[in-house]
Each structure stands twice: as structure tokens, then as C-alpha cells.
Nanobody, 122 residues
Framework: QLQLVESGGGLVQPGGSLRLSCTAS????????IGWFRQAPGKEREGVSC????????NYADSVKGRFTTSRDNAKNTVYLQMTILKPEDTAVYYC???????????????WGQGTQVTVSS
């Protein structure tokens, strides 16, 4: 069974950090671009970042540039999103997705995880 599972979300205070993981089972992530997206209540899904299959290229939304970093460990079949200096406006459900081209455009991705909640609040 093909599965893409996000983990690592939770409640954190403003200024804090979290690391999200996106792990695949039933298939290998080696040849795929991985995008990170988020969706806050009442808002459209927003592309946060993407990372190429080798990890040599990354792209970030302006809202997270300099605070978030995406990386991958193909040996562990896992992609990460390190989030620092978190702000209340980062509160959302975060999703990872598998695609073939590094883009922050949701229709470019074919397969999605179920999401993990990140809440930034004091």
C-alpha cells in the first residue's frame, strides 16, 4: 500500500521551532520532487517549499524564506521541513506531496499525505 505520512506537528510558542517529517512507504521518494504545502482555516492551500529529487534545488515562499528549510534523506525515504522563528500566522495543517517538477503550485503534485497540524500560540 502506498502511503505518504507527515509527522512532527504540534503546539509551539511564537519564536519556537519544529521539524516536520514526510515519510513514504510502499514506494521510494528518490526520483520525486517533494513539495510542502499548508492550509489554514478559511484560506487556500499555500505552497511553502519544494525540493528536487537530489536535494540540489529548493524553493521557498517569501513568507517562510530564511526561516524554513527543506531537506531530504533518501536513504531513510524521508523529507524534512525544519521550521524556525515560528509565527502565529504559520498555524496551519501542513502537507507533503509527491511530484515531478519543483513547484509551489498544488496541481503539479500527484500524491498527498494526510497532513499534520502546526499551531503557533502563546
Amino acid at each position: 500500500q502506498l502511503q505518504l505520512v507527515e509527522s512532527g506537528g504540534g503546539l509551539v510558542q511564537p519564536g519556537g521551532s519544529l521539524r516536520l517529517s514526510c515519510t513514504a512507504s510502499g514506494f521510494t521518494l528518490d526520483y520525486y520532487v517533494i513539495g510542502w504545502f499548508r492550509q489554514a482555516p478559511g484560506k487556500e492551500r499555500e505552497g511553502v517549499s519544494c525540493i528536487s529529487d537530489t536535494g540540489g534545488f529548493t524553493n521557498y515562499a517569501d513568507s517562510v524564506k530564511g526561516r524554513f528549510t527543506t531537506s531530504r534523506d533518501n536513504a531513510k525515504n524521508t523529507v524534512y521541513l525544519q521550521m524556525t522563528i515560528l509565527k502565529p500566522e504559520d498555524t496551519a495543517v501542513y502537507y507533503c506531496a509527491v511530484g515531478n517538477g519543483c513547484s509551489r503550485y498544488a496541481p503539479a503534485y500527484d500524491y498527498w499525505g494526510q497532513g499534520t497540524q502546526v499551531t503557533v500560540s502563546s
